[in-house]
C-alpha cells in the first residue's frame, strides 16, 4: 500500500489569504460606517456652503450690459484690477489686518507664556477669562469700543486729564480703530492657539540649557520661542484670515473712511444691488487671503525652524 502524502504548500500558501480577506472586509465595514457618520456632516457642508460657493462663483462671471443682457466674462475682475478704489480698499483691507496680526501676536505671546508657566489651577483660570469674551456677541463688545472711542468718550478724556494731548485723537471711524475693535475681537484666538503649542514643550529643555549656563533670554530665544512658531503661525492664520473676511467691526469702526472689502462687497450687493460685481469683490479677497495665508504657511514650514513643524 502507497504512503499518502501530505503537501503542506497549499496550507501554507492559504494561510496569509483567509485573514487578509478577513482584513479587507472588515476595513471596508468600517469605512462604510464611517461614511454613514459622515454623510449628514457632509451633506450640510454640500447644501449651505459648496453649492452657494459655487453659485457666486457663478454669478461673478455674468456681466449685465443694458439690452444685451446677460453675458459671461471676466469683466468683473478686470473691473476690480484696473480701477484704484478697489485696489486701494484690497490694500487697506491687507493692511489692517497686519496691523491686527501684530498688535494681537504683541498682546497674546506674552499671556499665553504666562499660562504655559504657572500651575494648572491659575491656568485653568486664565483660560476662562481668555475664552470669556468669546461669550458675548461681537456686535455688543463693538459698540462698548464705540463708546469708549467717541471724540467725548472715556478714552480721551483719560488722555486729557492725564495731559498727554490736548486734542482728542481720532480712534473712531480710522484705521486704529477698526484695528483695536479686531484685535479685541481676536486676540483670544491668537493666545489659545500659543498656548496650545506652549504646553507640548518639554520643561526638561529649559532645565538643560540653564545647566549649560544659559540665561532666561538665551534660553527663551533658541528653545522656547523656536518650538512655539507651530502656534504663532496657527494663530496668525487665524487672526489674519478672520481680520480679512470681517464685516461687522470695519462697519461700525470705520465706516466710510475705512472701506475694506467685505464691507464694499456687502454694499455692491445690498444696497446698490450689483450682485455679479459684489460676487467678483468676494472670490477676489477670497483668493487674496487663500494665496497670502498659503504663501506665509509654505515659507515657514520650508524655512530656517522647519523640523518644528514636523
Known amino acids: 500500500m502507497e504512503p499518502v502524502r501530505y503537501d503542506d504548500r497549499q496550507e501554507i500558501v492559504s494561510l496569509p489569504l483567509q485573514p487578509a480577506a478577513a482584513k479587507k472586509r472588515r476595513n471596508w465595514k468600517k469605512h462604510l460606517y464611517a461614511a454613514l457618520l459622515l454623510l449628514p456632516l457632509l451633506l450640510f457642508i454640500i447644501g449651505f456652503f459648496v453649492v452657494p460657493m459655487l453659485y457666486i462663483l457663478y454669478l461673478s462671471f455674468i456681466e449685465t450690459k443694458g439690452?444685451?443682457?446677460?453675458?459671461?466674462?471676466?469683466?468683473?475682475?478686470?473691473?476690480?484690477?484696473?480701477?484704484?478704489?478697489?485696489?486701494?480698499?484690497?490694500?487697506?483691507?491687507?493692511?489692517?489686518?497686519?496691523?491686527?496680526?501684530?498688535?494681537s501676536l504683541l498682546l497674546g505671546y506674552p499671556v499665553a507664556l504666562t499660562m504655559a508657566k504657572c500651575s494648572?489651577?491659575?491656568?485653568?483660570?486664565?483660560?476662562?477669562?481668555?475664552?470669556?469674551?468669546?461669550?458675548?456677541?461681537?456686535?455688543?463688545?463693538?459698540?462698548?469700543w464705540y463708546l469708549l472711542l467717541l471724540p467725548n468718550g472715556t478714552v480721551h478724556q483719560l488722555l486729557e486729564s492725564l495731559g498727554i494731548t490736548q486734542s482728542p485723537p481720532k480712534l473712531l471711524f480710522s484705521e486704529t480703530g477698526v484695528v483695536i475693535g479686531l484685535s479685541n475681537a481676536y486676540l483670544p484666538f491668537m493666545i489659545l492657539s500659543i498656548a496650545t503649542s506652549l504646553y507640548n514643550i518639554d520643561p526638561s529643555l529649559e532645565k538643560a540649557a540653564a545647566i549649560l549656563?544659559?540665561?532666561?533670554?538665551?534660553?527663551?530665544?533658541?528653545?522656547?520661542?523656536?518650538?512655539?512658531?507651530?502656534?504663532?503661525?496657527?494663530?496668525?492664520?487665524?487672526?489674519?484670515?478672520?481680520?480679512?473676511?470681517?464685516?461687522?467691526?470695519?462697519?461700525?469702526?470705520?465706516?466710510?473712511?475705512?472701506?475694506?472689502?467685505?464691507?464694499?462687497?456687502?454694499?455692491?450687493?445690498?444696497?446698490?444691488?450689483?450682485?455679479?460685481?459684489?460676487?467678483?469683490?468676494?472670490?477676489?479677497?477670497?483668493?487674496?487671503?487663500?494665496?497670502?495665508v498659503t504663501v506665509f504657511t509654505r515659507m515657514m514650514e520650508r524655512g530656517r525652524y522647519r523640523e518644528v513643524f514636523h
Open 67 to 103: 439690452e444685451a443682457g446677460a453675458i459671461y466674462s471676466i469683466g468683473n475682475y478686470v473691473r476690480f484690477f484696473t480701477d484704484p478704489y478697489y485696489l486701494h480698499s484690497l490694500w487697506l483691507t491687507i493692511k489692517v489686518s497686519l496691523y491686527t496680526v501684530i498688535v
Open 120 to 144: 494648572p489651577r491659575v491656568r485653568g483660570l486664565l483660560t476662562l477669562l481668555v475664552a470669556s469674551p468669546l461669550l458675548i456677541s461681537i456686535v455688543v463688545r463693538n459698540f462698548g
Open 213 to 292: 549656563g544659559a540665561g532666561p533670554f538665551r534660553s527663551f530665544v533658541s528653545i522656547t520661542l523656536p518650538l512655539s512658531l507651530p502656534g504663532i503661525v496657527s494663530g496668525i492664520v487665524l487672526v489674519f484670515s478672520m481680520s480679512m473676511s470681517a464685516y461687522v467691526t470695519p462697519a461700525l469702526m470705520g465706516g466710510a473712511n475705512v472701506p475694506m472689502l467685505p464691507v464694499v462687497a456687502y454694499d455692491q450687493i445690498i444696497n446698490l444691488l450689483r450682485w455679479t460685481y459684489g460676487s467678483a469683490v468676494s472670490y477676489v479677497l477670497l483668493g487674496i487671503t487663500l494665496v497670502i
